[in-house]
């Protein structure tokens, strides 16, 4: 397998993505080339993110997720975009903030901190297209399951074990298999390094998109280390190149997370569809993205306390939808009998979740000491903590204690699952601690910029 | 500005950078968690496997040759019952095959590893 072959294919395969992004965006973007390229990150994002939801729905109705049927997809994606340059009315385009002059030592700061920043992403990207997963599961089922689905499409014997053989959590959602196995057909035979090598290119997008949807709300010198920092938290780039799920969900949640803050903070026409379409991605990757969906909407909606009603129905109702692109597959689950072994009901009872009390305890000593790492997070978490309060006590008010709150009400979340789940606690932590925290660790480095801004600002709260 | 960075960063014999871009680098094939999986054979087996066939995986170690098979041995799918299986790939088993079935055609891909045509056994 050629180095030449693994890199066309990657590259083919991303410029689709982006290519249907685009089309998407089309409504919401300013004449200019500088200005539609600033929109890369956000549109590659968008493209993998409709392309996959629709593959999932393709899957379930009884196609295969091959290349074919990705072609129409993203035909199809691509030409509802443009179509709506046409149908739907163009919102008006949030004006950029007016340039600030700024002073020699802030520019000195945000240029060093963007050369770092596209340093470690092309030391990342050579070393994603150069690694094979290190985490087994990825060659093992994840990328296994989207083979079969490219090329039977979904196989009920395989996911309900009546032939003796059933996956591995045979009730997560496609959306990664099906993008991962989009990897290896575009590539031309078994190369596993484009798995690798589509996770880092997912997360350079996340910077990309962080980068743009920041930009204006958050002054150059505070924004560039902001995105540095979450360049260097070195379990980001080592997870990717692990190949797993967790990653492409935390980034999915994490932007989901910010586009809604800017939401009822700014109301972006542009930052409320991204809302949208990270929550449908993030839904389709795996069982948890649902619930923390749910979880991550509730606390961010205090914010909306403030925005008034109306802000709040449109987040509101974008969830839901999201939530319904899913229903196909939670029904084919359901008529199928195919579950995992969380078990909500379970999960909820209180004589239940009273008699394994010892397992909260090492739950959270565990998923907390990988959240605040400095070895694996830096020190994100703590960082948001701090600015937050300080920011807090400077306008003695509590919407900036929402943030934080959102990180912590996540991570409780996980300590819920490793209450209630029926696996061995021991087992489960040491093979899952380090990778759940994603969600938090992403949101918080996210946030860490917009409460930096917050606390520098001379604007009235 | 971005180069001088990146030559810095590169030429610090920090280990950070050597893990981000994987100075060592892997190659297509998976990692296994057990060293010494013939590869090659397991590749072979899927350009010798028909597309529409069952198969079954008995091996040692387990969990790295099925999860390879899966891989290589698309677009054939997994059974993990003998009685639907209508090959059997035979990894450091011996040369043996479940009760129930009988050897039609065997190709040796390597060193005790075997794919193997097969049919159920009159009883």
């Known amino acids: 397998m050629s180095v030449g072959r693994l890199v066309?294919?990657?590259?083919?395969?991303?410029?689709?993505?982006l290519v249907v992004g685009y089309c998407l965006l089309t409504p919401f973007l300013r004449r200019g080339v500088a200005s539609a390229a600033s929109y890369a990150g956000v549109a590659l994002l968008i493209g993998a993110g409709w392309t996959g939801v629709l593959l999932c729905i393709?899957?379930?109705a009884g196609a295969t997720t091959g290349v074919l049927t990705f072609a129409l997809v993203a035909a199809g994606v691509a030409g509802a975009g443009l179509l709506s340059r046409r149908l739907v009315r163009r919102p008006p385009a949030t004006p950029e903030p007016a340039a600030r002059q700024q002073r020699p030592w802030e520019d000195v700061v945000a240029t060093a901190a963007a050369a770092g920043l596209v340093a470690i992403a092309g030391f990342a990207l050579v070393g994603g297209f150069r690694s094979s997963p290190w985490l087994d599961d990825t060659w093992g089922w994840w990328v296994p399951k989207?083979?079969?689905?490219?090329?039977?499409?979904?196989?009920?014997?395989?996911w309900q074990g009546s032939w003796g053989f059933i996956w591995i959590s045979p009730d997560y959602p496609l959306w990664w298999s099906s993008l991962s196995a989009l990897d290896l057909r575009f590539v031309g035979g078994i190369d596993l390094r484009a798995i690798d090598a589509q996770l880092t290119i997912l997360v350079l997008a996340f910077l990309g998109a962080l980068a743009r949807l920041l930009w204006g709300h958050v002054r150059p010198w505070l924004l560039w280390p902001g995105l540095a920092l979450v360049a260097a938290m070195p379990e980001l780039f080592r997870q990717a190149q692990g190949g797993g799920g967790d990653v492409p969900l935390a980034v999915y949640l994490a932007l989901y997370c910010v586009c809604a803050v800017l939401w009822l903070v700014r109301r972006d026409p542009l930052v409320l569809v991204g809302a949208f379409t990270f929550a449908a991605a993030a839904v389709q990757i795996k069982s948890e993205g649902a619930p923390q969906l749910l979880v991550l909407t509730a606390v961010v909606s205090l914010l909306g306390?403030?925005?008034?009603?109306?802000?709040?129905?449109?987040?509101?109702s974008a969830v839901p939808v999201a939530l319904a692109l899913a229903a196909p597959w939670f029904a084919w689950r359901s008529t199928h009998h195919v579950h995992g072994d969380f078990a909500l009901g379970r999960a909820l009872d209180p004589s239940y979740l009273s008699s394994r009390t010892s397992r909260v305890r090492p739950a959270v000593h565990a998923l907390g000491e990988h959240l605040i790492s400095p070895r694996q997070w830096i020190l994100a978490v703590p960082l948001l903590v701090a600015l937050a309060l300080l920011v807090a006590l400077r306008e003695r008010s509590w919407p900036p204690l929402v943030l934080p709150l959102v990180v912590a009400v996540d991570?409780?979340?996980?300590?819920?699952?490793?209450?209630?789940?029926?696996q061995d606690?021991?087992?489960?932590?040491?093979?899952?601690?380090y990778r759940v925290v994603d969600t938090a660790a992403l949101v918080s480095a996210a946030f860490v910029p917009l409460v930096a801004e917050r606390l520098v600002s001379r604007a009235p709260p | 500005m971005v180069g001088a960075v990146a030559a810095l960063l590169a030429a610090l014999p920090v280990s950070p950078i050597e893990r981000l871009a994987n100075y060592r680098a892997d190659g297509p094939n998976p990692i296994y968690d057990h060293p010494g999986i013939d590869d090659a054979a397991l590749r072979r087996a899927g350009k010798l496997l028909p597309g529409d066939a069952r198969y079954l995986v008995v091996a040692q170690p387990y969990g790295d040759v099925e999860s390879a098979a899966l891989l290589y041995l698309d677009p054939a799918l997994p059974?993990?019952?003998?009685?639907?299986?209508?090959?059997v790939l035979s990894y450091h088993v011996g040369r043996g095959l479940p009760a129930g079935l009988r050897a039609v055609r065997r190709y040796r891909l390597g060193d005790e590893i075997f794919l193997v045509k097969v049919r159920r056994a009159r009883t």
């Open chain 1, 8 to 17: 066309a294919g990657v590259a083919g395969l991303n410029s689709v993505y």
């Open chain 1, 58 to 60: 393709a899957a379930v």
């Open chain 1, 146 to 158: 989207g083979l079969v689905l490219s090329s039977h499409g979904l196989v009920p014997g395989l």
């Open chain 1, 305 to 316: 306390l403030r925005a008034g009603l109306r802000p709040l129905l449109r987040l509101w």
């Open chain 1, 411 to 422: 991570f409780f979340f996980w300590v819920w699952v490793n209450w209630s789940d029926p």
């Open chain 1, 425 to 433: 606690l021991h087992y489960r932590l040491s093979t899952s601690a």
């Open chain 2, 79 to 87: 059974v993990g019952d003998p009685r639907l299986a209508t090959w």
